[in-house]
């Protein structure tokens, strides 16, 4: 975005958010539903918005997209970026090193979200207040609205600017997937690697989560969610695969409810984005049986 943009207007903003003031004011009042998600043992905090908030939030993130230039490390937030382009930038490396920022949605400060809006979109008073409320919860952004993700990666462009610059003198490649960090090179990368990046996050509150900070040497590596082998090929998680036999060893297509269906059908599809033809019978008659409970 233009640096000297004018300052943005009530109505301006209304017509980004394509709402009305009241609408607005009501959205954010009603507020999150927050609980936790389980996964291996482990928690985290999700805050959901309302589905009027939820909506505001999209048209927000569509503006955001529309008028924000997305960084070349960055593989998350954006149109057209996702977790298998990430993975995909680091194949064939000799060493890969894979990062992860602790809690790093609620230890974003207040400050830079308002910096943000401020710099960005030229926001004050009233306007500046409202888009600060709008983008999150409890001071801090929330993890389930559709805003968090690219903020995340603008708020602290700084940071990660200055990383991927040092990172690039050094023929070291990096890339940003909303919260993790991946780092590949053809080379050798010593530990102050990633004593360099956990030093530049402090300057935002920031740091890595140590247990998640993992070194992939001339053997296969899993980034964000997907495996890449030594002769360069991308694959789903053998988990995944496994989860829809167990899940159809205990139940039969025909007996299941739409909310299970749906599931399955988004782990196949997952799956055929590296092998098309993978698990196909199973998915047709997930689709079958999807289009019979659609009909009663």
Same mark, same amino acid.
């Given at each position: 975005? &233009?640096?000297?943009?004018?300052?943005?207007?009530?109505?301006?903003?209304?017509?980004?958010?394509?709402?009305?003031?009241?609408?607005?004011?009501?959205?954010?009042?009603?507020?999150?539903?927050?609980?936790?998600?389980?996964k291996n043992?482990?928690?985290?905090?999700?805050?959901?918005?309302?589905?009027?908030?939820?909506l505001?939030?999209?048209?927000?993130?569509?503006?955001l997209?529309?008028?924000?230039?997305?960084?070349p490390y960055?593989?998350?937030?954006?149109?057209?970026? &996702?977790?298998?382009?990430?993975?995909n930038?680091?194949?064939?490396?000799?060493?890969?090193?894979?990062?992860d920022?602790?809690?790093?949605?609620?230890?974003?400060?207040?400050?830079?979200i308002?910096?943000?809006?401020?710099?960005?979109?030229?926001?004050?008073?009233?306007?500046?207040?409202?888009?600060t409320?709008?983008a999150?919860?409890?001071?801090y952004?929330?993890?389930?609205?559709?805003?968090?993700?690219?903020?995340?990666?603008?708020i602290?462009?700084?940071?990660?600017?200055?990383?991927?610059?040092?990172?690039?003198?050094?023929?070291?490649d990096?890339?940003?997937?909303?919260?993790?960090?991946?780092?590949?090179?053809h080379k050798?990368?010593?530990?102050w690697?990633i004593?360099?990046?956990?030093k530049?996050?402090?300057?935002?509150?920031?740091?890595? &989560?140590?247990?998640k900070?993992?070194?992939?040497?001339?053997?296969?590596?899993?980034?964000?969610?997907?495996?890449?082998?030594?002769?360069?090929?991308l694959?789903?998680p053998?988990?995944?695969?496994?989860a829809i036999?167990?899940?159809?060893?205990?139940?039969e /297509?025909?007996?299941?409810?739409?909310?299970?269906?749906?599931?399955i059908l988004a782990?196949?599809?997952? /799956?055929?984005?590296?092998?098309?033809?993978?698990?196909?019978?199973?998915k047709?008659?997930?689709?079958?049986?999807?289009?019979?409970? &659609?009909?009663?």
């Amino acid at each position: 975005m &233009n640096e000297n943009l004018s300052r943005l207007t009530m109505t301006g903003l209304l017509n980004i958010l394509q709402t009305t003031e009241i609408k607005l004011r009501t959205a954010i009042d009603l507020g999150y539903n927050r609980y936790k998600k389980y996964k291996n043992g482990k928690y985290r905090w999700i805050e959901e918005p309302n589905n009027d908030l939820k909506l505001i939030q999209s048209k927000l993130n569509e503006y955001l997209q529309e008028h924000l230039e997305c960084p070349p490390y960055c593989m998350s937030g954006f149109k057209g970026r &996702n977790n298998i382009k990430n993975a995909n930038k680091h194949a064939g490396k000799r060493e890969i090193i894979t990062m992860d920022i602790k809690h790093c949605f609620p230890n974003t400060k207040l400050k830079y979200i308002t910096d943000f809006f401020a710099g960005n979109l030229g926001a004050r008073g009233k306007v500046l207040n409202l888009l600060t409320e709008l983008a999150t919860y409890n001071n801090y952004l929330p993890t389930g609205a559709p805003t968090s993700t690219i903020l995340l990666a603008y708020i602290h462009k700084e940071i990660f600017d200055s990383i991927y610059k040092k990172m690039s003198e050094l023929d070291i490649d990096m890339t940003l997937y909303v919260d993790d960090i991946v780092l590949s090179t053809h080379k050798h990368m010593g530990n102050w690697v990633i004593t360099y990046v956990n030093k530049a996050l402090h300057t935002h509150g920031l740091w890595l &989560n140590k247990s998640k900070t993992k070194r992939y040497v001339y053997k296969y590596a899993k980034i964000t969610g997907v495996y890449i082998s030594q002769s360069k090929k991308l694959s789903a998680p053998f988990k995944i695969g496994y989860a829809i036999i167990k899940k159809l060893r205990t139940k039969e /297509i025909n007996q299941m409810s739409l909310t299970e269906l749906r599931s399955i059908l988004a782990k196949i599809s997952y /799956i055929q984005q590296f092998a098309p033809k993978k698990m196909q019978s199973t998915k047709n008659k997930v689709i079958k049986q999807i289009k019979i409970l &659609n009909k009663t």
